[in-house]
């Protein structure tokens, strides 16, 4: 499967954006999915992930009640929206495909798809 990240720009603190990840090449609806971003410096960190279906969502606990994932399945896309944005949001954020449904879903090695990722700045 094949992703495209895109949405990023930047934002003042306070501010929100919503990420965009379209899917294309394998029926979409068979994966659980994620993104994750890495700030300059740092090592790529888990922010969320949706199952299948979007019955099942999860955070990490810097973004919890932030941000929220979703997925629409008939448009092959998964969203992230951000909502009061922080600088230490900045980073350029990926969207990523879990084909076996890992439970070790905050790692990076459980997705074996990613897109090209869309920088997100955040300004103080």
């Known amino acids: 499967v094949q992703l495209q990240a895109s949405g990023g720009g930047l934002v003042q603190a306070g501010g929100s954006l919503r990420l965009s990840c379209a899917a294309s090449?394998?029926?979409?609806?068979?994966?659980?999915m994620g993104w994750f971003r890495q700030a300059p410096g740092k090592e790529r960190e888990f922010v969320s992930r949706?199952?299948?279906?979007?019955?099942?969502?999860y955070y990490a606990d810097s973004v919890k009640g932030r941000f929220t994932i979703s997925r629409d399945n008939a448009k092959n896309t998964v969203y992230l929206q951000m909502n009061s944005l922080k600088p230490e949001d900045t980073a350029v954020y990926y969207c990523?495909?879990?084909?076996?449904?890992?439970?070790?879903?905050?790692?990076?090695?459980?997705?074996?798809?990613w897109g090209q990722g869309t920088l997100v700045t955040v300004s103080s």
């Open positions: 990523a495909a879990d084909s076996r449904g890992s439970s070790r879903y905050t790692n990076l090695d459980a997705y074996a798809y």
């Open positions: 090449g394998r029926t979409f609806s068979n994966y659980a």
């Open positions: 949706i199952s299948w279906s979007g019955g099942r969502t």
